[in-house]
Nanobody, 125 residues
């Protein structure tokens, strides 16, 4: 797996937007898909969405469907998570990772061994 670097987090008011980036470092993404996860304070890490690296197929959890979109730039080895209509409950550290799935069950998220540093998203009401 490529090392990943997440960026683009920040503080916004509810209803605002942010675009997060997930860049491969060291070598290109080589797995089937790149997925986004988040972890709020005091909660476990949860799966949000994923995009297949070559075909661009996407999957979104209900909590973000219709508000978040995914895109990728294969030339830059980067995946983008566009987050619109942000809510205070979206406040968390956001992480990305590459893998072979478009959907992760909770136990599969718990089994991921390597993570980047993440990027903090704070949404104020």
């Amino acid at each position: 797996q490529a090392q990943v670097v997440e960026s683009g987090g920040g503080s916004v008011a509810a209803g605002g937007s942010l675009r997060l980036s997930c860049a491969a470092s060291g070598r290109p993404f080589s797995s089937y898909a790149v997925a986004w996860f988040r972890q709020a304070t005091g909660k476990g890490r949860e799966f949000l969405a994923a995009i297949s690296w070559l075909g661009g197929s996407t999957y979104f959890e209900d909590s973000v469907k219709g508000r978040f979109t995914l895109s990728r730039d294969t030339a830059k080895n980067t995946v983008y998570l566009q987050m619109n209509n942000l809510k205070p409950e979206d406040t968390a550290i956001y992480y990305c990772n590459e893998g072979e799935e478009l959907y992760y069950r909770a136990y599969e998220v718990a089994g991921i061994q390597s993570w980047g540093k993440g990027t903090q998203v704070t949404v104020s009401s």
